[in-house]
């Protein structure tokens, strides 16, 4: 019971903060003559863009951090796949068998369906957040 309503309160924290809406002012951009820097793309920008892609995506809702809730928790995943990205690549987009909880892998069945209609981009993103979380 206490998952249950742990899940239930996760996705209502998650709802309520997606929904949320800025009653900020817009105001116009000041223009000056200086030109700010472009930023390159770091690691760390990529792993938390795939964060928030993760929890967007509701792949949040089954695997935590730490702890195995309805699916194996992330750290369990990361070390179950460590250095064999394609090959967690291809479960999710559902072309592999699972290897870390394969009783549960019933479970994942719906879900493999939103994440093989995944961008490449945003795929990549969620297995590097899940691989470095280890």
């Known amino acids: 019971m206490k998952k249950v309503t742990f899940l239930a309160m996760s996705l209502a924290v998650i709802m309520g903060t997606s929904c949320s809406s ?3 002012e817009k105001t116009e951009p000041t223009t000056t003559d200086e030109v700010a820097p472009v930023e390159e793309k770091t690691e760390v ?5 795939g ?3 993760y929890t967007a995506k ?3 809702a089954c695997h935590q951090l ?3 809730t309805v699916g194996p928790s992330i750290k369990d995943i990361a ?3 460590e250095g064999n990205k394609d090959g967690l690549i291809a479960f999710l987009k559902e ?3 699972a290897i870390v909880d394969p009783a549960q892998a019933a479970v ?3 879900q493999l369906a939103v994440t093989k209609a995944l961008p490449t981009e945003e795929l990549n993103a969620i297995v590097d957040y899940i691989l470095e979380s280890k």
């Open 51 to 53: 964060k928030e892609l």
């Open 95 to 97: 072309e592999a068998e």
């Open 45 to 49: 920008a990529e792993a938390i863009s």
């Open 108 to 110: 994942m069945k719906p």
């Open 79 to 81: 070390a179950a796949y």
């Open 58 to 60: 509701g792949c949040v």
């Open 22 to 24: 800025s009653n900020e």
């Open 66 to 68: 730490e702890i195995k």
